[in-house]
T-cell receptor, first 116, second 111 residues
């Protein structure tokens, strides 16, 4: 498929553990976004990459959250010392270049994280 | 900061009914406005968009008009189908920045 791919689709972990979530964007899309969606809420912005660099990380809730995109394609969201409040669906989206003000973001199906 | 407020759900309608889902926004400047839809078991996908005041976005029988004077972007459809059952999200975007979403409205259409 040519869409945004996220793995794993489901992750159950214990409080205090470390978790990595992977996003493989659409080929050729240079912009990549991470969002978090809690039950019954809209997606909340976490971080945005343009190429390899984080252009805006203002949505990361604290220093336990970190994301990388070393080669400007695949991105990994890393969560240290997970807490029960981190349980949510983590969404990744990509778009062409910056996409402009009307540019479409293409979303993956998300990674559901459950922290016990 | 910028924000989007949507009509609270869930909304339940019968097939062929008229649909309105209200959306209002708060933003500095002139954002682009979007409706995204999330069908069961699928990722978010763009339904329609409008980039400036008085623009009307339309797709799959859905319409929404960008109203600057009322800071609104209400979603409408004249005759809904069972296949329209989904969660609908209103969103705005300033320039090339992040999308800001509303909380979503779950729509269920009964046959």
């Amino acid at each position: 498929g040519a869409g945004v791919s996220q793995t794993p689709s489901n992750k159950v972990t214990e409080k205090g553990k470390y978790v990595e979530l992977r996003c493989d964007p659409i080929s050729g899309h240079t912009a990549l976004y991470w969002y978090r969606q809690s039950l019954g809420q809209g997606p909340e912005f976490l971080i945005y990459f343009q190429g390899t660099g984080a252009a805006d990380d203002s949505g990361l809730p604290n220093d336990r959250f970190f994301a990388v995109r070393p080669e400007g394609s695949v991105s990994t969201l890393k969560i240290q010392r997970t807490e029960r409040g981190d349980s949510a669906v983590y969404l990744c989206a990509s778009s062409l270049q910056r996409g402009g003000p009307s540019g479409e973001l293409f979303f993956g199906e998300g990674s559901r994280l459950t922290v016990l | 900061g910028d924000s989007v407020t949507q009509m609270e759900g869930p909304v339940t309608l019968s097939e062929e009914a008229f649909l309105t889902i209200n959306c209002t926004y708060t933003a500095t400047g002139y954002p682009s406005l979007f409706w995204y839809v999330q069908y069961p078991g699928e990722g978010l996908q763009l339904l329609l968009k409008a980039t400036k005041a008085d623009d009307k976005g339309s797709n799959k029988g859905f319409e929404a008009t960008y109203r600057k004077e009322t800071t609104s972007f209400h979603l409408e459809k004249g005759s809904v189908q069972v296949s329209d059952s989904a969660v609908y999200f209103c969103a705005l975007r300033q320039g090339a920045q992040k999308l800001v979403f509303g909380q979503g409205t779950r729509l269920t259409i009964n046959p």
